[in-house]
């Protein structure tokens, strides 16, 4: 199985200021075929279902403040939110969906400074 | 307005059975592969299963292999998990969720299930 793993597991961050969060995966999640990577990152919130915010490492969902964007590939990702919101304050995950099992990382915390 | 609705979470004790089922609603439910992801408490997203659009192909995390098993009925526009020899650690949140990324992403809300004696 991949393993996803995500770093730091929780972040501070000042209103207005750049946050980033990074994940690696154990192999490779850049498609040889497709050229795409099968690299994907939700935010989570209390009582709310996980929200998608990017999928193929760096295409943002429909809806999604242009603040979040995501880069990488191969194995090394990064979410960065540019412009921190009060309402950003949520948990963060990586997730592959290179081949099952579908592994997500164990989430990032982020918090106002 | 697109809709996934979870039911059947409740109670249960350990070696126990429970059947979850999800209704979607406002796409086409029968064109995307579905999947079940659960949260246990204070733990991070774990993925269970998917399933292909016509049933035909179905993946599992080992953890829940030959105890839990995803179907899928098209014309009811539902999505199942069907849960036996249920354990604590299997207590969680257990969310239905459409398993596309350029298509649409859509969740449910969650039903929770506890396994406790």
């Known amino acids: 199985d991949i393993v996803m793993t995500q770093s730091p597991g929780s972040l501070a961050v000042s209103l207005g200021e750049r946050a980033t969060i990074n994940c690696k995966s154990s192999?490779?999640?850049?498609?040889?075929?497709?050229?795409?990577?099968?690299l994907a990152w939700y935010q989570h919130k209390p009582g709310q279902p996980p929200k998608l915010l990017i999928y193929?490492?760096?295409n943002r969902e429909s809806g999604v403040p242009d603040r979040f964007s995501g880069s990488g590939s191969g194995t090394d990702f990064t979410l960065t939110i540019s412009s921190l919101q009060a309402e950003d304050v949520a948990v963060y995950y990586c997730?592959?969906?290179?081949?099952?099992?579908?592994?997500f990382g164990q989430g990032t915390k982020l918090e106002i400074k | 307005e697109v809709q996934l609705v979870e039911s059947g979470g409740g109670l249960v004790q350990p070696g126990g059975s429970l059947r979850l089922s999800c209704a979607a609603s406002?796409?086409?439910?029968?064109?995307?592969?579905m999947r079940w992801v659960r949260q246990a408490p204070g733990k991070g997203l774990e993925w269970l299963a998917n399933?292909?659009?016509?049933?035909?192909?179905?993946n599992y995390v080992d953890s829940v292999k030959g105890r839990f098993t995803i179907s899928r009925d098209n014309a009811q526009n539902s999505l199942y998990l069907q849960m036996n020899s249920l354990r604590a650690e299997d207590t969680a949140i257990y969310y239905c969720?459409?398993?596309?990324?350029?298509?649409?992403?859509?969740w449910g809300q969650g039903t929770l299930v506890t396994v406790s004696s």
């Open positions: 969720a459409s398993d596309s990324y350029s298509l649409g992403a859509y």
């Open positions: 406002g796409f086409t439910f029968s064109n995307y592969w």
């Open positions: 399933i292909k659009q016509d049933g035909s192909e179905k």
């Open positions: 192999q490779s999640v850049l498609s040889s075929s497709t050229n795409k990577n099968y």
């Open positions: 193929w490492a760096s």
């Open positions: 997730q592959h969906y290179y081949t099952t099992p579908q592994t």
